[in-house]
């Protein structure tokens, strides 16, 4: 079983500062993990993910993570954010065998609002 | 192409009532998820199809929650009797059925329930 924990619940920022969500996670086997973000008024979209090799990983628009194994992290990060980036940010994990079958273990969520 | 697609967007029923959330997945996606974020939880997995049959159905809360996918095609999720813990926003997800694939998967914009 896994378990995900995002450590902040709101993050407020200014526009063109930088940002970081954290995610710690627990699973007893190799796991697959995932940023979703949910705009105001809009479904879950994936914004990232690692599965295996480098273990920084970027999105389009500009935010990256990086997967730590020793400290069981994947925290999201953006050097200048934007009025746009404001949303709920999940972090999410799968385990990366057996049965898992795409089922997704999420935290808490982390509501990211940037002030101009 | 389509994404996932929920109906209805919303719902206010009274306790007791009964209602059907469905979803229709991606063309030819074989696996279909089904979860549930309860206000100011996390998003929680409730089951998993593929194709028409349940491959786990672990985190269906009671026996008053009835999931199907007649078909193997979209799917619904009927809630008979409603109780007030039910409300929350139900996501539908669905991804492909070919190795690695399944990982990513792509959700609906939600259904928000609410239980007066």
């Known amino acids: 079983a896994q378990s995900v924990t995002q450590l902040d619940s709101q993050v407020p920022v200014f526009e063109e500062a930088p940002v970081e969500l954290r995610c710690n996670y627990s699973?007893?086997?190799?796991?697959?993990l995932f940023w979703y973000v949910q705009y105001p008024n809009q479904g879950l979209q994936l914004l990232l993910k690692y599965l295996s090799g480098s273990t920084l990983v970027e999105s389009i628009n500009g935010f990256e993570a990086e997967f730590n194994k020793s400290q069981t992290s994947f925290h999201l990060r953006k050097p200048s954010v934007h009025i746009s980036d404001t949303a709920e940010y999940f972090c999410a994990v799968i385990g990366a065998g057996g049965t898992s079958y795409g089922k997704l273990t999420f935290g808490q969520g982390t509501i990211l609002t940037v002030h101009p | 192409e389509a994404g996932v697609t929920q109906f209805p967007s919303h719902s206010v029923i009274e306790k007791g009532q009964t209602v059907t959330l469905r979803c229709d997945p991606i063309s030819g996606h074989d696996n279909l998820y089904w979860y549930r974020r309860v206000m100011g939880k996390e998003i929680k997995f409730l089951l998993h199809f593929v194709k028409e049959s349940k491959q786990d159905e672990s985190g269906m809360p009671n026996n008053r929650f009835l999931a199907e996918r007649t078909g193997g095609t979209y799917s619904t999720l009927k809630v008979q009797p409603a109780e007030l813990e039910d409300s929350g926003v139900y996501f539908c997800?669905?991804?492909?059925?070919?190795?690695?694939?399944?990982?990513?998967?792509?959700f609906g914009q939600g259904t928000r329930l609410t239980v007066v």
């Open positions: 997800a669905s991804s492909p059925l070919h190795p690695r694939a399944w990982v990513e998967a792509f």
């Open positions: 699973s007893s086997v190799s796991v697959y």
